[in-house]
């Protein structure tokens, strides 16, 4: 039985919409609570962090290097995709994900109203037991930011002979 931990991490700068009516993505749930992630694509860092987490337990390239900001095609895109292709290689390598553990520091917003849809939907991806916990920023520089934490446990083969 081979173990493996993974551990991943994202930040983005959140900005009042104004009336252009665009909302947070948050592990897949769209929020509306006035602030946009300001990114290249859809700017989802939870879906960043997790996927990160899972490609650095199985030793692939990390989420900048497969889906650079820099290429048009992730402009906007869906960070669901970016899990679905960690998946992909989670998959491919015969890995078992034993729990994906995520914190979630922001000020808004709070993730007491949405951790069981965003925990539901990242289950749908990633098929394995999923927890969030939500901080604040305690009013420190990082109050106009989304930041996350995730680390995951991977395992393969037999449990005995
Ligand atoms: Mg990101």
Redesign the pocket.
Known sequence: METRIGHGY???RLEPTGDNGTSLMVGGVEVRCGLQSI?H?D???VM?AVTDALLSAIGEPD?GSLFPDTEPENENRDSGEFLLEAMDRVNAGGWAICNVDITVLCDQPKMNSIREQVCENIRRYIVAPVNIKGKTHEGTDSSGAIEVHVVALLQKGKTHE
Do not use: F, K, P, R
Request: charged letters at 20%; a negative charge.
């Open positions: 994202d930040l983005h990114a694509s700017g989802d860092a960043h989420i």
